[in-house]
C-alpha cells in the first residue's frame, strides 16, 4: 500500500491569535460566536506614505545601513530631510538620501533595507471571514479565536526563521494579478500587512516592489535559488526552487482564498486559511492508495518536477505507472517518483 498525502489539510478545532494595539478598539468580548461579516478590532494606525529599499538609492549594502542612519526610529520629519548619508572618496563627497515626504520615520525593517515613512493616522475595521468563538482576550495574547481551518505546508522558509521571530504571521491573503502570468511589479494596492500570493513564479523585482507597499509575508510557488537565499523579509515557498511545474488545480485553490484572513505558522510550516469556503466536499478515504488507477500523483521527477496527473494503469512489475500529465502528455514513470496527493 502507497500513503496518499494531503494537498490541503482541514482542521476543526483551530486556535489562533489576532493582535490589537492600545489604541485599537475590541467590538467582540470572551465566549462570542462570531459569524462572517461581524466586525472583530477597529484600528487606528498611521498608514505608510513611503517606502525605500536603501540599496536602490545610495551605493551601500543592507549590512552597512544602520551606520549611516542620520535619523531615529519615532522622528518627526519634513520633505527634504537627511535621512541616510554616506561619504564617498575618502570624505571629499557624500551621498545623501532625503525624505520624499513629511512623516514619522519607521525603522522597524531597517535591517532588511528598508526605512518608512509614515503619514497620516487613518481608521479601518476588520471583519471576520470564519465563523469561530472567542476564547480570551488580553493586551499580550490578542484575541483568541477557535474555528475551523484549512492547510498547506510551505516547503522553504527564507532564513530570518532561523532567529527569534514570532511563531505565526496573521493577515488578509491576497493574490497578485491572476497567479499564474509572470509579474515584474505589483499594482497601486497597499499591501500593508497583507500576506501577498505572488503566483507560480517570482521574480525578485516584485518581491521588493510588494515590500516595498508593506506586505508582511509573501508566498509563491517558486523562484531560483540564488534569490532566495539572498532575501532577510518574511518569504515562503510552496513548491521549490527555479521555473517548477505549478498545478492549475493549486492555483485555483489558491485564488479562491483571496480576501481571506490567514495565518502563516512559522514553526509548523504551513499556512492555515480562517475562512468559511469549503473545498468540493468528498467522502472519507482512507489514507494508503489500495488501486493506483485513477489516483492523481505530483511528479518528483527532475524532468517535470511538481506536475500533477492522473494515473492510467500499472505495468506488469508493478514498480512503474502509466500517466496522463495534466500538460496532456502521456509517460511512464517509475512508483517511486511520484507521490500520491489528495486535495
Not at 299 to 325: C, F, Q
Request: aromatic share 8%; hydrophobic share 40%; glycine share 8%.
Amino acid at each position: 500500500m502507497i500513503i496518499k498525502h494531503e494537498l490541503i489539510t482541514r482542521y476543526d478545532a483551530y486556535q489562533f491569535k489576532i493582535p490589537y494595539g492600545v489604541r485599537d478598539k475590541v467590538l467582540v468580548k470572551v465566549g462570542d460566536n462570531v459569524k462572517v461579516g461581524d466586525e472583530l478590532v477597529e484600528r487606528k494606525e498611521n498608514l505608510t506614505a513611503y517606502s525605500i529599499f536603501i540599496p536602490n538609492e545610495l551605493d551601500m549594502t543592507v549590512k552597512e545601513i544602520p551606520q549611516y542612519i542620520t535619523c531615529i526610529h519615532g522622528e518627526f520629519v519634513n520633505e527634504g530631510d537627511t535621512l541616510v548619508e554616506k561619504p564617498n572618496q575618502g570624505g571629499l563627497t557624500v551621498a545623501k538620501l532625503v525624505s520624499p515626504v513629511e512623516g514619522v520615520v519607521d525603522l522597524e525593517r531597517i535591517e532588511a533595507g528598508y526605512l518608512d515613512i509614515l503619514g497620516e493616522e487613518g481608521e479601518s475595521v476588520s471583519k471576520s471571514t470564519f465563523t469561530g468563538k472567542v476564547l480570551d482576550i488580553n493586551p499580550v495574547d490578542g484575541i483568541v479565536f477557535e474555528s475551523s481551518a484549512s492547510a498547506m505546508d510551505i516547503k522553504i522558509l527564507s532564513k530570518m526563521y532561523q532567529k527569534e521571530e514570532p511563531e505565526k504571521i496573521i493577515g488578509e491573503f491576497v493574490v497578485v494579478g491572476d497567479g499564474s502570468s509572470l509579474q515584474l511589479k505589483a499594482d497601486d494596492t497597499d499591501y500593508t500587512n497583507k500576506i501577498v500570493f505572488a503566483g507560480k513564479y517570482l521574480h525578485t523585482s516584485l518581491l521588493q516592489d510588494l515590500f516595498e507597499r508593506g506586505a508582511a509575508f509573501v508566498l509563491a510557488y517558486s523562484m531560483e535559488y540564488p534569490d532566495f537565499r539572498r532575501q532577510t523579509l518574511p518569504l515562503g515557498l510552496l513548491g521549490g526552487f527555479g521555473e517548477i511545474s505549478c498545478s492549475n488545480s493549486i492555483l485555483s485553490l489558491l485564488s479562491a482564498r483571496d480576501g481571506d484572513l490567514c495565518s502563516i505558522d512559522l514553526n509548523e510550516s504551513q499556512i492555515f486559511f480562517l475562512s468559511d469556503k469549503k473545498e468540493k466536499v468528498k467522502t472519507k478515504e482512507s489514507a494508503f492508495v489500495q488501486n493506483a488507477v485513477g489516483s492523481i500523483v505530483r511528479s518528483l521527477s527532475p524532468a517535470n518536477y511538481s506536475m500533477l496527473g492522473k494515473v492510467t494503469g500499472m505495468e506488469e512489475d508493478r514498480a512503474h505507472i502509466a500517466v496522463a500529465w495534466e500538460n496532456g502528455s502521456n509517460g511512464i514513470i517509475e512508483i517511486g517518483s511520484v507521490e500520491f496527493v489528495d486535495f
